[in-house]
């Protein structure tokens, strides 16, 4: 499953869809808890509870004050809420590009190799908002890479940057030689030519990685050079057998805040079905810390930068420094869709909605 | 106990002095240790350490260079101890409104009956500094609400904004419809009316936990729509039992550097007994990290989010990132006035002497 | 072993050589890992894999776009190349005096003493970068005091600043009166004067802690008025019985990003055979937070602020807080050169090369 992060019947789910305010309306069905349905217009089960058009107050507790709220300040909630509306409703919004995919190897006796082309690209991190990025194989995040233990694997870096790049492999403990960092390990990798990574996937040292340049790298990085790269154990553990396994890569450069890319709303949800569990690794590429926040159910801390824990642990907003990965799993046990998002609110919300390092786990009944 | 975070003889002891200076003598005064007594004059137990006024230097170990300091720079020195000893003096400051106070429920046929009105106020953070807040009930943090693990509970909020609003009950697991996220869970909560949030609190859910607005909730929670949500064991594990449950909602937004709505010396002193456990709920409502370091006595983590951690551990820094509650233990075994205080040395003191996010948890030997 | 950081024979290994470039020669040396020679030129081993100046693409896998490099971009990221070469070939720089020296005491019946004269000097934290510090004994950090659990300690300071001053034994319990911060627990301590603290290093309080100014501590702190306190234990654990004890105060303020007291490449390298075991004690004495990542081995955490966590647990990537000490173990299991940095990217890497808070763990075959 482990390929597959999104399994084809929650993309179907997602995208298969005539309009967005259909998906949505869908994805709020699913929610439906107790007789309860949340809603996205006023015209429905909390209806009793909504009357803003006419500012008379809620029907609940009728409230003296409420005379206070002028048209004028109606109008203009209104047209904040409009905002707010038109972003979540765009949810996912498409654009062009699509980061963090699975890379398959091609296998060259015994051996998976790899071929990373650097090269300046245009990439769009929300709907019409392109930036220049530098990228591996066109994507940011770069290619997912995942290998096993014990795997001989081949990386073959392609640079066709205007500057030397390099790669070091956040995490993985291979020999001095391959560890990427230029004038100490090995020679940059100038403009225009390749250098090849080769090393044995270590035993023992499973888990979640990255791979990055390592060369002007507060640059680099921030530009897009970075991606997963992630060791799958030979004898995955009880713990970590998991329905859908979610790579979330934290971004906050020059590129904004963004979630595998992408600012929200062109963030991709995460699905499941009820009763599933799903694993997300946290990484952060970029230089603040992100708190994420899931909302409705907790995470099950498993391990950090690709090491178990001692023991696992519970928690509902995890810490993500610079540099570091999180693994969690999460029981999906309540339908619905759950925000998902960082807890540093100007990294989530403006004034004109909800943007950049949010997005939903979507738990459907499916 | 856990309703009275501040036991009556301790406020007594705190506010029922004559005068602020007669007030932190007496503090003082409890913090004799082995004969020796702490001073905050050159007329005492120390004074041979202290012959500043002559500069002529220390009795223990007369220093050749003492000469270079100037008396210009002596005179400049204390104009600055000046302001730092009316700053201390001062603690704690009264200001108008307090916050996080417990929010009694109407009980209504057997449902806890929260009533919350989210309203612009002015917001007194220190003495004569005042700030334009949207506030709960008039309080910056909004009340504090305490359920029982499996209560019945029913939150109305009420809004007199001139914006729409909504609560999220951050790390509480509820229905989806119940989770606050408007236009992902419910419509928002239009200037002038009303909503009405209604759930149990979850079995296996107690601990530490949150309210706030989840609409424009950058600038809405920035400007103070935030508070505590405590659920309370059914079975208290026997680390919890404590004599004194204090809950410190940390802040650094558009209101400065806070601690429960208010910056130093207008924050409000944790005391306890000699020989007292006190419980301290760190949580974390801003947008920065906040290290909270206490003096002269560890902390011992026991939760996370609400969810105990495998084993307590201890500390005496907590890195509390926003969004974030930890749990600590702290057993009072030492008599004193110990300084409290967030690790970023520029939320807690300046040129003019401390401030912000200080305050002292105060061991009597009553 | 722990009051020497650094094995003489490391020292010698570093700076007993006749230019810094055979230094990183000879570095690079250790690094041979079956057979593939890591280098700092074009020269070598993998000179298969550059050739840069022809701009004719790698031999292992030819590229199509490899045209694309112009002369220009060439020329260009040759001068940046040039630029990041210096610097590292330029680590470990020379700098005027060195920070966090160990301070033998003098025993007077049966007590340490220690003098700490805290005065105004010019600090050089990089070649030709010198600031205006605020050090103790001419020292940033100040000199690395170590006692034993039990042992009786005098620290008597000398204040020859401008400004009172006090210090502040940060993760030592003492009695309230020893406890460093002005007008709550003692006077302050003019200048031209002096002032006398002494207590008993508390049992079971051992561990890596820190002093420091706590008055106007944010500039005065920040000047450099800090320095490591370590209490060792009566009877070491197992895991702490290791070959290396390295203190590593980080630090962000007024003197830009530091590891003890420098910046890349005035830093300091962690030196270590082949099969030692080294302890790194972080400390952060700035306001923001650093993830320090080492490269090619893992660390095994075991202790927060001096107190030992329920059970060790791994990463590569430690996130140190403001106030936080974090105690790891490192197996020095691969030879080589390993970067070791903070991940913050723009607190380690410019367009002009590594800077600041970036050293390296030399582990040799010797």
Same mark, same amino acid.
């Given at each position: 499953?482990?390929? $597959?992060?999104?399994?084809?019947?929650?993309?179907?789910?997602?995208?298969?869809?005539?309009?967005?305010?259909?998906?949505?309306?869908?994805?709020?069905?699913?929610?439906?808890?107790? @007789?309860?349905?949340?809603?996205?217009?006023?015209?429905?089960?909390?209806?009793?509870?909504?009357?803003? $058009?006419?500012?008379?107050?809620?029907?609940?507790?009728?409230?003296?004050?409420?005379?206070?709220?002028?048209?004028?300040?109606?109008?203009?909630?209104?047209?904040?809420?409009?905002?707010?509306?038109?972003?979540?409703?765009?949810?996912?919004? /498409?654009?062009?590009? $699509?980061?963090?995919?699975?890379?398959?190897?091609?296998?060259? /006796?015994?051996?998976?190799?790899?071929?990373?082309?650097?090269?300046?690209?245009?990439?769009?991190?929300?709907?019409? /908002?392109?930036?220049?990025?530098?990228?591996?194989?066109?994507?940011?995040?770069?290619?997912?890479?995942?290998?096993?233990?014990?795997?001989?694997?081949?990386?073959?870096?392609?640079?066709?940057?205007?500057?030397?790049?390099?790669?070091?492999?956040?995490?993985?403990?291979?020999?001095?030689?391959?560890?990427?960092?230029?004038?100490?390990?090995?020679?940059?990798?100038?403009?225009?030519?390749?250098?090849?990574?080769?090393?044995?996937?270590?035993?023992?040292?499973?888990?979640?990685?990255?791979?990055?340049?390592?060369? !002007?790298?507060?640059?680099?990085?921030?530009? @897009?050079?970075? @991606?997963?790269?992630?060791?799958?154990? /030979?004898?995955?553990? $009880?713990?970590?057998?998991?329905?859908?396994?979610?790579?979330?890569?934290? !971004?906050?450069?020059?590129?904004?805040?963004?979630? !595998?890319?992408?600012?929200?709303?062109?963030?991709?949800?995460?699905?499941?079905?009820?009763?599933?569990?799903?694993?997300?690794?946290? *990484?952060?590429?970029? *230089?603040?810390?992100?708190?994420?926040?899931?909302?409705?159910?907790?995470?099950?801390?498993?391990?950090?930068?690709?090491?178990?824990?001692?023991?696992?642990?519970?928690?509902?907003?995890?810490?993500?420094?610079? @540099?570091?990965?999180?693994?969690?799993?999460? !029981?999906?046990?309540?339908?619905?869709?759950?925000?998902?998002?960082?807890?540093?609110?100007?990294?989530?919300?403006?004034?004109?909605?909800?943007?950049?390092?949010?997005?939903?786990?979507?738990?459907?009944?499916?």
């Amino acid at each position: 499953m482990s390929d $597959k992060p999104i399994p084809p019947e929650a993309t179907d789910f997602l995208y298969g869809i005539a309009s967005r305010r259909s998906f949505l309306r869908s994805a709020a069905a699913v929610a439906v808890s107790g @007789g309860a349905l949340a809603a996205c217009s006023a015209s429905d089960a909390q209806k009793a509870n909504l009357t803003a $058009k006419d500012a008379s107050g809620g029907t609940t507790a009728p409230h003296p004050a409420t005379h206070a709220a002028t048209a004028t300040s109606l109008s203009s909630a209104e047209q904040m809420d409009a905002m707010h509306e038109a972003g979540i409703k765009a949810f996912p919004a /498409k654009t062009e590009g $699509k980061g963090n995919q699975v890379l398959a190897p091609r296998v060259e /006796k015994g051996v998976k190799v790899y071929e990373l082309t650097a090269e300046r690209i245009q990439w769009e991190t929300e709907v019409g /908002k392109k930036v220049e990025a530098w990228a591996y194989n066109g994507q940011v995040p770069g290619p997912q890479i995942r290998v096993k233990e014990g795997d001989r694997v081949r990386v073959i870096l392609h640079n066709k940057l205007t500057e030397s790049s390099s790669i070091h492999f956040h995490g993985v403990e291979l020999p001095n030689d391959m560890d990427g960092v230029p004038f100490i390990t090995q020679p940059p990798v100038k403009p225009g030519t390749s250098f090849t990574y080769e090393f044995t996937a270590p035993a023992g040292n499973q888990g979640s990685h990255m791979y990055h340049s390592h060369h !002007n790298a507060a640059k680099q990085v921030g530009l @897009g050079l970075l @991606g997963a790269f992630i060791i799958e154990p /030979k004898r995955p553990r $009880k713990i970590e057998q998991v329905d859908v396994d979610y790579v979330m890569i934290l !971004n906050d450069g020059m590129h904004g805040y963004t979630i !595998n890319g992408k600012g929200f709303p062109a963030t991709e949800p995460i699905t499941a079905k009820l009763g599933q569990k799903v694993r997300v690794r946290f *990484m952060n590429e970029g *230089m603040m810390i992100h708190p994420m926040h899931l909302h409705g159910m907790h995470m099950t801390v498993i391990d950090k930068d690709g090491w178990a824990q001692p023991a696992p642990w519970k928690c509902d907003t995890l810490n993500v420094a610079p @540099g570091e990965r999180w693994d969690v799993i999460v !029981n999906c046990n309540k339908p619905g869709v759950w925000a998902f998002h960082c807890h540093v609110l100007p990294h989530a919300e403006s004034e004109h909605g909800m943007f950049g390092m949010v997005t939903a786990l979507i738990v459907t009944r499916g």
